[in-house]
Structure formats: C-alpha cells, structure tokens
C-alpha cells in the first residue's frame, strides 16, 4: 500500500507519531522484534461483529510505529485489527511488555490511583442510571482490572469485589492491597473453586474490551454464567470522541493491543447479539446493559461504510488545521524529556539532586501538560 484511504501519513513507515519515553521505545522495539523473528505471530481474522470477510485498510500503522493493519468491514462498518496478534503472542506481550508500553506511569502506585478516578466516574454514571443502588451485597467482577485500584474503590463503597488481570506485576500489586485478584482472564475466575457466579452483580469492562481476541464468545460465556438480575459495564475507547480525546487524529487512536475500535453502535450491536440488553449509553463510548428481559431491538440505526470512512476523512481535515497549535505545545515536552534524560544519565550530577530534578520535571509536566 503506496497510500491509505485516509492519507499517507497511515502507511507503514515505523515512525511513532507521539514522543515515547525511553521506557516505551523499549517496549515498542522489543515487541517489534518478536513480530519479525516470528515469535509474535500474528493472524488473519474475519470481522468480529458480522463474522464477514470483505474489508477496506484505513492504515498499516498504529502511533507507536508498530506494523498494525487497521481495517473497516463492508458489511457492518465495524473498525478492527486484520491480521492481529495470535491469543499466545497476546498473552506474552501483556506478561512482558504492555505495562511498560502503555503508560507514561511507570509504578504500579501511580496507575492504582489512576485507576481510582477512572472507577468514581464509573461510580457516578451507574448511581446516574439507577444501577449501583439495585447492587445491594452483590459481587463486582472487573475484568483486566490492572492493578486493583477501580476494584479498591467500589470495595471503600461496601461491595464484595473480585478481578483478574494478564500482567503479573499488576496482580501482585493488587493482591499486596488486600484485593482478590487472580492472574488470567474470564478464564481464570471461571476456574476458581470458591467462586460463584450467581453473587455476581456487576461484570466491569473499562478499557479492556477492545483488547478481547474473541468478544461475543466471551459474552455469551458470561450471558450463560450470570444471574438474571445482573448487570454489564463496558467502557471503552470511542470512535466518535477521538475529536475530544485524541486532537482529531485516527492515528492515535490506534494501537496494536486494541483489536477492536467501537463507537456506540457497533458496540451495542455486538454486545446485543450476545444475549444481554441495551440499557443506555454514550460516544465516550460507555454502555451499561443488563442481563435480564428479552432481547431488545437495536436502539441505533444502521450506518454504510462509505458514511464511517468520511467521518474519519473529515477528522482528518480537522487534525492537519490543528497541528501547528499542538507542535508549540510539544516542543517543552520534547525538551523537558531531552533534560530529564541528561541529568539522569550524567556521572556528575550528585544523586538527591538527580532526584529532586526528577521530581520537579514530573511535577511540571503533570501541572502544565496533562
Ligand atoms: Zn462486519
């Protein structure tokens, strides 16, 4: 591919388009290597909405440089990654690599807080819509619950919590924290002798669905597992936010450990056809539904293909008339990373002023550019 549907900056040039930090180079690269000597294998899929095969390739890339191929069924204008990493290559890149390639926050500490006020916005929207209240005793499941902190917060609100999470390091942190975390997926708690589903009154997805290799077969798992009284919770990154997430820009919302990119439709469309009920949702893209009553009708309307990559075309419109404002905002993140990584790596720079210097660099960039 010369060029993408949606401009040349899509193709695969191995450039990442954001600034990574050392440690996420060094994730990135590693992955990139077991991708060529073959031991990241990667897989044909068929779409996993529809089941359907037809498809157009929006981009060969994903932000961080890696070689992602991100294309759009014409049957279902559903947006997924076609060929993707295989379930094993998964499951090693998230035990090795993903923590570090994930996030600008390095410590398990840092990412249990965040995870915190991630779990109060949960919190709030499921008070909103009249679902914490019906929860009673009940148990909260999240799955990839990293490090613990969403399970941590509903916990403090008097909920009996459990999780399961692929990162090692994750779950050892959370356990440390008096959680009931196990390592693995669905899979994992399924396995758990002192486990009961019938307890379940809550299964939390937040930022993990669009990771799942297989979705639907995981939900109709689950639909078959759950009470009837219970409810689901998936958040996930949305396609019709990335002008208010993402500066406009497709590209970075695209990411070799999301497999699947939703907007609300395609999202309810899919959760549906598993068995589980449309209760509300948004473009952020967040959606609750419940496991109970019949199977509802679509509460969206069909949308073509054709109609999705315009949107993206537009998008990218908005993203080129945008970016010499954010270049200016960049430059002092470039050059607090470039003094960040001097005066770590100098050999005359006594430690505790090393240290101190750190400290204000982060402080600064958390003040001024988050
Ligand atoms: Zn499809």
Redesign the pocket.
């Known amino acids: 591919m010369k060029n993408s549907i949606l401009g040349k900056r899509f193709f695969n040039d191995g450039h990442e388009i954001v600034v990574l930090t050392d440690l996420q180079r060094r994730a990135r690269d590693s992955i990139y290597e077991k991708m060529l000597d073959g031991r990241y294998v990667s897989e044909v899929v068929k779409?996993p909405?529809?089941?359907?095969n037809s498809h157009i390739t929006l981009s060969e890339k994903d932000f961080y440089g890696l070689p992602v191929k991100t294309v759009i069924?014409r049957?279902?204008s559903?947006i997924y990654a076609n060929p993707r990493l295989s379930r094993d290559a998964l499951v090693g890149m998230y035990a090795n690599e993903y923590r570090d390639l994930d996030r600008v926050h390095p410590t398990s500490g840092e990412y249990f807080e965040l995870e915190i006020k991630k779990a109060e916005r949960i919190a709030e929207y499921l008070t909103k819509n009249g679902v914490l209240s019906k929860l009673n005793d009940k148990l909260i499941i999240e799955i990839g619950c990293g490090a613990g902190g969403a399970l941590h917060h509903f916990k403090k609100l008097g909920f009996n919590t459990m999780g399961c999470d692929l990162s090692p390091r994750n779950v050892e942190y959370g356990v440390s924290r008096g959680l009931d975390i196990r390592y693995g997926d669905i899979d994992a708690l399924m396995l758990s002798l002192d486990f009961n589903f019938k307890d379940i009154g809550l299964v939390i997805y937040e930022q993990v669905f669009e990771h799942l290799s297989e979705p639907k077969l995981e939900l109709e798992r689950l639909h078959g597992l759950l009470p009837k009284n219970s409810f689901l919770y998936i958040g996930v990154p949305g396609i019709k936010n990335i002008a208010n997430h993402y500066g406009s820009d497709f590209l970075r919302f695209l990411q070799l450990p999301h497999l699947c990119h939703f907007e609300l439709r395609t999202l309810v469309k899919l959760v549906q056809s598993t068995g589980f009920s449309f209760l509300c949702g948004d473009e952020s893209a967040r959606a609750i539904f419940s496991r109970s009553g019949v199977r509802s009708l679509l509460p969206v309307s069909d949308s073509n293909y054709l109609a999705t990559i315009e949107y993206l075309r537009i998008l990218e419109i908005r993203r080129k008339v945008a970016v010499p404002f954010r270049r200016l905002k960049e430059v002092p993140i470039i050059l607090g990373m470039g003094l960040a990584s001097k005066i770590r790596n100098s050999r005359f720079i006594p430690q505790p002023i090393k240290s101190a210097a750190s400290r204000f660099l982060k402080f600064a960039y958390h003040q001024f550019f988050k």
């Open positions: 779409c909405l529809c089941d359907g069924c049957n279902c559903m």
